[in-house]
């Protein structure tokens, strides 16, 4: 069964704290992305990587950073919690090449507090 | 502009058809697809479309697709209990890694 692990499911942290999200899969995909979701606003894209050491930002990555050092994991790094991180973040990765339907695979989401 | 749309929520009787609408933003996009997200759990994918196609169709699921109206919708016939959860329509945008996620329907099912 083909699997994205998200270490933590809840987390509760202090305004100005570094914060880590970790995410493993283990079905030897080339991407991964990071997605924070909020009510009413669907997923918004915060950074992806197209392979080890690769990383481009998406649409919302002020306040945040990305580290692929091993193929299959990415982590998500807040560097200094604000309140306005509170939501719930979701990773994903991807095969994607020729013919394939792009279908992205999504961890089960982690949820972050910020007070 | 950017924005992938849908309506917030739609409820529907137990053994009814539920439509759920989205409207797109790239006429170039190759894929378009229904993701599902029950309480507490990531997406999960359930049913795509190829930009050449109309329609598809995988059992109780129908998807329609009118690229001249950038148009897309999620049919479920005789809807269960277990389909109440969130509906994601997304859009892949030719030749990128970029997947443009609607806002998500809230889709109730009642006893």
């Known amino acids: 069964d083909v699997k994205v692990t998200q270490s933590s499911r809840y987390l509760v942290k202090r305004t100005g704290e570094k914060v880590f999200l970790e995410c493993v899969q283990d079905?030897?995909?080339?991407?991964m992305f990071w997605y924070r979701q909020d009510p009413g606003l669907g997923l918004r894209l915060i950074y992806f990587s197209y392979d080890v050491k690769m990383k481009e930002k998406g649409d919302i990555p002020e306040g945040y950073s990305v580290s692929r050092e091993k193929k299959e994991r990415f982590s998500l790094i807040l560097e200094s919690a604000s309140t306005n991180q509170t939501s719930m973040y979701l990773c994903?990765?991807?095969?994607?090449?020729?013919?394939?339907?792009?279908?992205?695979?999504f961890g089960e989401g982690s949820r972050l507090t910020v007070l | 502009g950017e924005d992938v749309e849908q309506s917030l929520f739609l409820s529907v009787r137990e053994g009814d058809s539920s439509v759920i609408n989205c409207t797109y933003t790239?006429?170039?996009?190759?894929?378009l697809y229904w993701y599902k997200q029950e309480p507490g759990a990531g997406l999960q994918l359930l049913t795509y479309?190829?930009?050449?196609?109309d329609m598809k169709q995988d059992q109780r699921l129908t998807v329609l697709l009118n690229k001249k109206d950038k148009h897309l919708s999620l049919r479920i016939a005789d809807t269960q209990t277990g389909d109440s959860a969130i509906y994601f329509c997304?859009?892949?945008?030719?030749?990128?890694?970029?997947?443009?996620f609607g806002t998500g329907t809230r889709l109730k099912v009642l006893a």
């Open positions: 790239d006429s170039s996009s190759t894929y």
């Open positions: 079905m030897d995909h080339e991407n």
């Open positions: 479309i190829f930009s050449n196609m």
């Open positions: 994903a990765s991807s095969l994607r090449g020729l013919g394939e339907s792009g279908e992205l695979f």
């Open positions: 997304a859009e892949n945008r030719s030749g990128t890694y970029k997947y443009i």
